[in-house]
T-cell receptor, first 113, second 114 residues
Framework: SQTIHQWPATLVQPVGSPLSLECTVE??????LYWYRQAAGRGLQLLFY??????ISSEVPQNLSASRPQDRQFILSSKKLLLSDSGFYLC????????????FGPGTRLTVL | AQTVTQSQPEMSVQEAETVTLSCTYD???????LFWYKQPPSRQMILVIRQEAYKQQNATENRFSVNFQKAAKSFSLKISDSQLGDAAMYFC???????????FGKGTRLHILP
């Protein structure tokens, strides 16, 4: 069966510090991978998605970036965090377009102080 | 651009009663998929039910069913015999068959009253 991991689970960082959130998927190959941010317990904002190694599509221009160094690894980064980067970050995967739904990781709660 | 609208930010229902959550969407596509996701207090997103647009029959999963009205672009979720464990944020979502992205609504927070 497939599983998706995210770490860390929680993170408190000062403004201006760098960020690296990691997401890995097990039990599948060549998944589509997604990063979402959920602010204030509300809707999901798609930040980035990737259909393959090294392929990143950005949905919202901001100080975040994403990378996919391996088939089942997706990393969300920032060089300098802003207060507005606080939120709950969710990683998700989808098996191309064969299976239609996305499966989500447990999320990372980021607080920028 | 496709959009998903959930017009009810919050709803409450008495335990064991039935509740319907509303969702409308806007698209010019004919082939697409619709989903309802549940996010309980743990914040783990869980797929509740999905519907393929080409299927006329409404999807059902135990106590969860949908009312899919393609012409009206409406996709409501009915929860029967509501249980305390149903308390969560519910998200309606849409994906075009030609796209890799899923578009989510802003969610409806459902409270179950004992």
């Amino acid at each position: 069966s497939q599983t998706i991991h995210q770490w860390p689970a929680t993170l408190v960082q000062p403004v201006g510090s760098p960020l690296s959130l990691e997401c890995t998927v097990e039990g599948t190959s060549n998944p589509n991978l997604y990063w979402y941010r959920q602010a204030a317990g509300r809707g999901l904002q798609l930040l980035f998605y990737s259909v393959g190694i090294g392929q990143i599509s950005s949905e919202v221009p901001q100080n975040l970036s994403a990378s996919r160094p391996q088939d089942r690894q997706f990393i969300l980064s920032s060089k300098k965090l802003l207060l507005s980067d606080s939120g709950f970050y969710l990683c998700a995967w989808m098996r191309g377009r064969v299976l239609n739904e996305q499966f989500f990781g447990p999320g990372t709660r980021l607080t920028v102080l | 651009a496709q959009t998903v609208t959930q017009s009810q930010p919050e709803m409450s229902v008495q335990e064991a009663e039935t509740v319907t959550l509303s969702c409308t969407y806007d698209t010019s596509e004919s082939d697409y998929y619709l989903f309802w996701y549940k996010q309980p207090p743990s914040r783990q997103m869980i797929l509740v039910i999905r519907q393929e647009a080409y299927k006329q029959q409404n999807a059902t999963e135990n106590r969860f069913s949908v009312n899919f009205q393609k012409a009206a672009k409406s996709f409501s979720l009915k929860i029967s015999d509501s249980q305390l464990g149903d308390a969560a944020m519910y998200f309606c979502a849409y994906r075009s068959a030609r796209d890799d992205k899923i578009i989510f609504g802003k969610g409806t927070r459902l409270h179950i009253l004992p």
